[in-house]
């Protein structure tokens, strides 16, 4: 078996609608997808999953807040004044580039990976320097002007005046925040408790790019815990059983030291070192691994990247991040941020209203650990990691975990007839009883049929033919070697 690249996955979307350029027939604006319908179901089945090993799993609760915000929202979290990106534009043609990203593909085509590595850290003077000395407006060819910033949020304006600005969310956290207190209250909640949510969430990029992985429109699947600083003792025994975890981990002495590579550490070191803030933090990574496996990704593309102190978020106080693997690359898939009481804090300063709850007999502001998922990349790390070339086969089979499949069975008649309609009909409604999700499809050839099962993610698929008739048993084709057993069609759950 061997596995395909990105041009496969891309050109798979397309013929099989699983992601489709947004309003297309008006032409393309760059970082806009819509999932068609096979997407939207690998979709939904992730957010499931972390739905109920986030949520449920853990005992917390689940909130679906607004996605536009007054000013003063943004205001007061310090996205207005700090979620900038560096910007160029070209005098000349008017076309924008993001400044660091445009030196990082500049050194990235020379080969020279020291250099494209460096342009992360790169002051606004430096990207400057460097755009000048080496790069020109790639459309026109003319000298590029001022690296400036760009803030990457969709301002908008709330009702007919004019007079209220509004922005879309940049992240679906500012809700929680906003509503935590009154949650907390009227729950009678404990610390330590995660409040989170699933959500769209909108960033105009300067350069969206690569598909899935940097749009301006995607969604989050979002937890913040609220915990007590001088008192984790609740989590604590939990957080032991996780403390021999082993995972891969990239610090930031082997980021500073080219060429040093990751290790293996256990999450029990992680925190003796420091490198995590406590024992909460330690257990959401420990349980994130947990997660990422059962959404099909193995251990060896997953690495933990310590954030250097110039990357963090201007509210973090530390980020351990997980990458995947994606194509020779890691790309960024959840960020886990030590938010402290920052967001709490300022939208008290800025209200006026105490955001304080009573934690014991303390009155205290809770500090926050976040755990933000990108569920876009999540989906597009996972389908890029299943798909593959195997023998005997002129199609490329997509062996998404079971958990994610858009569903799990095909069900196809040999051939059309009403006797096989009628019995695969009887199986179908069978399994939709039992709540299994079925592809049904009685169009084609059984080679096509198959074909198209094994593309787009389905698992398993049930033959119906004539001996089904006489003895009840039907053929089930496994997608991961192509192997067919004959069972009685009642077993099948
Ligand atoms: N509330 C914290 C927060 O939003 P972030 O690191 O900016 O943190 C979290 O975003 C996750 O959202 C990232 O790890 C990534 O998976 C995803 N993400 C960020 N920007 C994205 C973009 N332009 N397109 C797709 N996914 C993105």
């Given at each position: 078996m061997e596995r395909q690249n990105l041009e496969s996955l891309i050109n798979l979307c397309a013929r099989r609608s699983i992601i489709i350029p947004a309003f297309e027939a008006y032409g393309e604006i760059s970082g806009f997808y819509d999932y068609g319908p096979i997407g939207a179901r690998i979709k939904h089945n992730i957010e499931n999953l972390w739905r109920a090993f986030f949520v449920d799993g853990m005992g917390n609760l689940e909130i679906e807040s607004t996605i536009v915000y007054p000013e003063k929202v943004f205001e007061a979290s310090g996205h207005l004044k700090n979620f900038v990106d560096p910007i160029v534009n070209c005098p000349k043609c008017g076309s924008s580039y993001r400044a660091d990203k445009l030196l990082e593909e500049y050194f990235g085509s020379l080969k020279d990976d020291a250099k494209k590595e460096k342009v992360k850290h790169f002051t606004t003077a430096e990207l400057q320097a460097a755009i000048k000395e080496n790069i020109k407006c790639l459309k026109c060819k003319s000298e590029l002007g001022t690296v400036g910033t760009f803030n990457l949020m969709f301002q908008t304006h709330i009702g007919?005046?004019?007079k209220q600005v509004g922005y879309l969310r940049p992240e679906t956290a500012q809700g929680i925040f906003l509503d935590f207190k009154n949650i907390f209250r009227n729950y009678g909640l404990r610390l330590p408790i995660g409040i989170g949510q699933i959500g769209k969430v909108f960033r105009n990029e300067i350069s969206p790019r690569n598909m899935l992985i940097r749009m301006r429109e995607f969604s989050q699947m979002e937890m913040e815990y609220f915990f007590d600083p001088d008192d984790l003792s609740s989590v604590a025994k939990e957080a032991q059983s996780y403390s021999a975890y082993k995972i891969n981990f990239l610090s930031r002495d082997a980021q500073a030291n080219r060429g040093a590579d990751m290790e293996s550490v256990s999450i029990g070191e992680l925190l003796d070192r420091k490198v995590i803030p406590n024992h909460l933090y330690a257990m959401l990574l420990a349980k994130e691994l947990d997660f990422l496996r059962q959404i099909?990704?193995?251990?060896?593309?997953i690495r933990f990247r310590d954030l250097l102190e110039d990357e963090?978020?201007?509210?973090?106080?530390r980020n351990v991040d997980v990458e995947i693997r994606i194509q020779g690359g890691f790309e960024e898939v959840i960020g886990n941020a030590y938010r402290t009481d920052f967001d709490l804090s300022n939208h008290q300063k800025s209200s006026g209203k105490s955001m304080s709850i009573l934690s014991g007999n303390k009155n205290i502001v809770p500090h926050v650990v976040e755990t933000s998922f990108g569920t876009d990349r999540l989906f597009w790390a996972a389908m890029y990691n299943s798909l593959y070339k195997t023998e005997g086969r002129e199609w490329n089979v997509l062996l998404l975990n079971e958990n994610i499949a858009p569903y799990k069975y095909a069900l196809f008649p040999l051939q059309k007839d009403e006797q096989l309609s009628n019995k695969a009909i009887a199986i179908k409604d069978r399994l939709s009883k039992l709540k299994i999700p079925v592809l049904y499809s009685e169009g084609g050839s059984i080679g096509k049929r198959y074909a198209k099962a094994d593309e787009i993610g389905i698992p398993y698929s049930i033959t119906i033919d004539y001996d089904t008739i006489k003895d009840e048993t039907v053929t089930i084709r496994n997608a991961s070697d192509t192997k067919q057993n004959r069972i009685d069609w009642n077993h099948i759950g």
């Amino acid at each position: 078996m061997e596995r395909q690249n990105l041009e496969s996955l891309i050109n798979l979307c397309a013929r099989r609608s699983i992601i489709i350029p947004a309003f297309e027939a008006y032409g393309e604006i760059s970082g806009f997808y819509d999932y068609g319908p096979i997407g939207a179901r690998i979709k939904h089945n992730i957010e499931n999953l972390w739905r109920a090993f986030f949520v449920d799993g853990m005992g917390n609760l689940e909130i679906e807040s607004t996605i536009v915000y007054p000013e003063k929202v943004f205001e007061a979290s310090g996205h207005l004044k700090n979620f900038v990106d560096p910007i160029v534009n070209c005098p000349k043609c008017g076309s924008s580039y993001r400044a660091d990203k445009l030196l990082e593909e500049y050194f990235g085509s020379l080969k020279d990976d020291a250099k494209k590595e460096k342009v992360k850290h790169f002051t606004t003077a430096e990207l400057q320097a460097a755009i000048k000395e080496n790069i020109k407006c790639l459309k026109c060819k003319s000298e590029l002007g001022t690296v400036g910033t760009f803030n990457l949020m969709f301002q908008t304006h709330i009702g007919p005046s004019n007079k209220q600005v509004g922005y879309l969310r940049p992240e679906t956290a500012q809700g929680i925040f906003l509503d935590f207190k009154n949650i907390f209250r009227n729950y009678g909640l404990r610390l330590p408790i995660g409040i989170g949510q699933i959500g769209k969430v909108f960033r105009n990029e300067i350069s969206p790019r690569n598909m899935l992985i940097r749009m301006r429109e995607f969604s989050q699947m979002e937890m913040e815990y609220f915990f007590d600083p001088d008192d984790l003792s609740s989590v604590a025994k939990e957080a032991q059983s996780y403390s021999a975890y082993k995972i891969n981990f990239l610090s930031r002495d082997a980021q500073a030291n080219r060429g040093a590579d990751m290790e293996s550490v256990s999450i029990g070191e992680l925190l003796d070192r420091k490198v995590i803030p406590n024992h909460l933090y330690a257990m959401l990574l420990a349980k994130e691994l947990d997660f990422l496996r059962q959404i099909g990704i193995k251990d060896e593309l997953i690495r933990f990247r310590d954030l250097l102190e110039d990357e963090l978020p201007h509210y973090s106080k530390r980020n351990v991040d997980v990458e995947i693997r994606i194509q020779g690359g890691f790309e960024e898939v959840i960020g886990n941020a030590y938010r402290t009481d920052f967001d709490l804090s300022n939208h008290q300063k800025s209200s006026g209203k105490s955001m304080s709850i009573l934690s014991g007999n303390k009155n205290i502001v809770p500090h926050v650990v976040e755990t933000s998922f990108g569920t876009d990349r999540l989906f597009w790390a996972a389908m890029y990691n299943s798909l593959y070339k195997t023998e005997g086969r002129e199609w490329n089979v997509l062996l998404l975990n079971e958990n994610i499949a858009p569903y799990k069975y095909a069900l196809f008649p040999l051939q059309k007839d009403e006797q096989l309609s009628n019995k695969a009909i009887a199986i179908k409604d069978r399994l939709s009883k039992l709540k299994i999700p079925v592809l049904y499809s009685e169009g084609g050839s059984i080679g096509k049929r198959y074909a198209k099962a094994d593309e787009i993610g389905i698992p398993y698929s049930i033959t119906i033919d004539y001996d089904t008739i006489k003895d009840e048993t039907v053929t089930i084709r496994n997608a991961s070697d192509t192997k067919q057993n004959r069972i009685d069609w009642n077993h099948i759950g």
